[in-house]
C-alpha cells in the first residue's frame, strides 16, 4: 500500500518510514492520537480536494503529488510526469474502494488508517 500524505499526529513521514523507523511498534501505538487524526486527515482532504466539490478525483491526487510531492522549479519531464501519474493511479486506486471514481474524507481516512495498521504490523 503506497501513501504520499504526511500526517503530523503519527509524528512520522509515512511513507518512507520504513527506511527511517526506530521506535518499536509499541512506541508507535502510543503515538496514535485520535482527535489529531480526524482533525489532520480533514486538513489534508481540503488540501487535496483543488475543485472545493467534497470528494476527490485521481486528478486531484496526481496535482497533489506533482506539486507536494514532487516539487520541481522548471516543470517535469514526460517520464518523471508518467510515474507521478501511475503512482496516483494507484493511490487513488486504493482510495476509490467503491469504484465510482472518486474518494471521500471517509474513505481517505480509512485508507490512512489502514496504512498505519500495517506498518505498526510489520515493526
Known amino acids: 500500500m503506497l501513501s504520499p500524505f504526511r500526517l503530523p499526529c503519527l509524528n512520522v513521514d509515512?511513507?518512507?518510514l520504513h527506511a527511517d523507523i526506530t521506535s518499536p511498534a509499541v512506541q508507535l501505538r502510543a503515538q496514535w492520537n485520535e482527535t489529531a487524526f480526524l482533525r489532520e486527515t480533514k486538513e489534508l482532504f481540503?488540501?487535496?480536494d483543488i475543485k472545493h466539490n467534497g470528494y476527490l478525483d485521481v486528478h486531484e491526487v496526481f496535482q497533489y503529488m506533482l506539486t507536494e510531492r514532487y516539487p520541481v522549479e522548471h516543470g517535469v519531464d514526460r517520464r518523471r510526469k508518467d510515474m507521478i501519474c501511475l503512482e496516483a493511479e494507484d493511490i487513488f486506486q486504493a482510495l476509490d474502494t467503491d469504484r465510482d471514481g472518486r474518494a471521500s474524507l471517509a474513505d481517505l481516512r480509512r485508507y490512512l488508517?489502514?496504512?498505519y495498521?500495517?506498518?505498526v504490523q510489520t515493526v
Open 14 to 16: 509515512i511513507d518512507f
Open 46 to 48: 481540503h488540501k487535496l
Open 113 to 115: 488508517k489502514e496504512y
Open 117 to 119: 495498521e500495517k506498518l
